[in-house]
């Protein structure tokens, strides 16, 4: 990229920042003015006082709304100020299925993990790659939860200096004419969604010299792979492992739980695994 393009998409950016800022601004007054507004009218009791209340309600759902789409969109422009440490990915994957596992297990989802190899030592920002792997496996069960239940596996391997995270799930998958725009800010096909989990889960990850790919059956599942250098000073490393894993692998739910797994564990061998069951006495 030229200098010169460089500088015009810096200078959109603020631009964009500074626009956010502006609109965030008032939403803040008209939530504060609604808020108050919301107790004058609790106190009356009558019919009016009641459609207005509901009235209100209606509206400080979606000013929540849109102040949830201002502020993911300003942590989305401006970027992160990395803070790198050596941490252990193992234990933090081990962490986020005990974390999740309530809410897997109130979807009917089997959570588990699958942790092969050495994944200490890895040099990230672990606050913001847990972000990362949090949106992806919210995202996975909540895809899951339609179809009555399902499994979801996060697995991690080191490949020399490049470590390959997956998330895998049985879900609804994604559909043809929806996969182009998945990574676009603010496309949504989540009730309520803001749109700019993905594109803050790819944002995290390339600031860290990494990248997201992802493949999806509609009706069957969708994996979604994170490649990340060990040492963010390596990463010319990492087109070798791209093409180490360019064999597609894509998860079919078949129709018991015990063929659906082996079906998901496209490569067996794995010295550590992790579950959480779901629906189980």
Do not use: C, W
Not at 92 to 119: C, Y
Request: charged residues 25%.
């Amino acid at each position: 990229m030229s200098n010169g393009a460089s500088s015009r998409l810096e200078f959109l950016g603020q631009l964009a920042g500074g626009l956010a800022h502006e609109i965030k601004n008032p939403l803040s007054t008209m939530k504060l003015t609604l808020q108050l507004l919301q107790e004058d009218f609790s106190q009356d009791k009558s019919a009016l006082a009641m459609r207005s209340l509901r009235k209100i309600e209606l509206l400080l759902k979606e000013i929540t709304h849109l102040d949830e789409i201002v502020q993911e969109f300003l942590r989305l422009s401006r970027g992160h100020d990395l803070k790198y440490q050596r941490t252990d990915l193992g234990d933090m994957i081990r962490d986020l299925v005990e974390f999740l596992a309530a809410e897997a297990n109130q979807k009917s989802v089997t959570l588990r993990s699958q942790l092969e190899g050495e994944l200490d030592g890895i040099i990230v920002d672990a606050t913001y790659i847990r972000q990362a792997l949090t949106n992806l496996l919210k995202n996975a069960l909540e895809a899951t939860e339609p179809k009555g239940g399902g499994e979801v596996i996060i697995r991690a391997r080191r490949h020399g200096d490049v470590v390959m995270v997956e998330v895998i799930d049985t879900g609804v998958g994604v559909a043809p004419a929806n996969r182009e725009r998945m990574f676009r800010p603010y496309f949504t096909t989540k009730k309520g969604g803001t749109g700019m989990g993905l594109p803050m889960v790819r944002r995290i990850v390339e600031e860290h010299g990494g990248q997201v790919t992802y493949e999806s059956v509609e009706g069957t599942g969708s994996r979604f792979v994170l490649l990340l250098p060990v040492d963010p000073n390596r990463r010319e490393t990492l087109q070798a492992m791209i093409r180490v894993s360019a064999t597609p692998e894509v998860p079919v739910p078949p129709a018991a739980p015990r063929s659906r797994r082996r079906a998901l564990e496209a490569k067996p061998g794995s010295n550590e695994s992790g579950e959480a069951q779901a629906g189980e006495s």
